[in-house]
Structures are given as structure tokens and as C-alpha cells.
Nanobody, 127 residues
């Protein structure tokens, strides 16, 4: 059974940094997409970043503007999201997601095409 477990969320001040981690178990994702989405109260789930495979092409949401970096460990089953210059509008629950198949950037930016999800980790940025 595939499991994605996120960690690293918390409370940080404006301009601060956090590093989220997501460890996958149950199958190997080194050659498959893994990414991050977020959802704020009353809003739809929003694409943050994804990587097609370990060391492969990365995509970012338009709002990221160079502040976040997605990466994977050497084995490819852990994905990280380094978030810098955080703003209050970054406050949300951040979810890790993974797909069973590769896809184009268009598909990988859409949460409905992901097969596995973590439980989410809360990120709160205070002003």
C-alpha cells in the first residue's frame, strides 16, 4: 500500500523559511512525478511545484516566483519543498502528491491527475 507522509510544516514569520519533506513508501517513485499542492481555507487546491522524476524537469506555480525549490533525495522516494521569503498568503495546508505515470507539464499542474496523496501539513505565516 502506497503511503505519503509529510513533515516540516509549522508557524513562521513573514520572510522566514521552511522545508517540507514527503516520504513515500509502498512503491518506488524515482522515475515518476511527485509534487506539492496547497489549499487555504475556502479556496481550491492550488499547484505549487512538481518534478517529473528524480533529477528531472521541474514545474512551479506562477506565484512561486523563485521563492520555492523542489528537490528529491538520491533514491527518489522523498521529495522536499524548500520555501523561502514566505508571505502570509502562503498560509495553507500543503499536500504531497504522486502519480503512477509520467505526464506533461499541463497534466502535472492539475491535482486531479495525481493518484496518491499525503495527509497534509499546515504552514502558517504570520505578518
Amino acid at each position: 500500500q502506497v503511503q505519503l507522509v509529510e513533515s516540516g510544516g509549522g508557524l513562521v514569520q513573514t520572510g522566514g523559511s521552511l522545508r517540507l519533506s514527503c516520504a513515500a513508501s509502498g512503491r518506488t517513485f524515482s522515475s515518476l512525478p511527485m509534487g506539492w499542492f496547497r489549499q487555504a481555507p475556502g479556496k481550491e487546491r492550488e499547484f505549487v511545484a512538481t518534478t517529473r522524476w528524480s533529477g528531472g524537469t521541474t514545474f512551479y506555480g506562477d506565484f512561486v516566483k523563485g521563492r520555492f525549490t523542489i528537490s528529491r533525495d538520491n533514491a527518489g522516494n522523498t521529495v522536499y519543498l524548500q520555501m523561502n521569503s514566505l508571505k502570509p498568503e502562503d498560509t495553507a495546508v500543503y499536500y504531497c502528491a504522486a502519480r503512477q505515470y509520467d505526464g506533461t507539464g499541463y497534466i502535472l499542474r492539475d491535482h486531479q491527475w495525481y493518484d496518491y496523496w499525503g495527509q497534509g501539513t499546515q504552514v502558517t505565516v504570520s505578518s
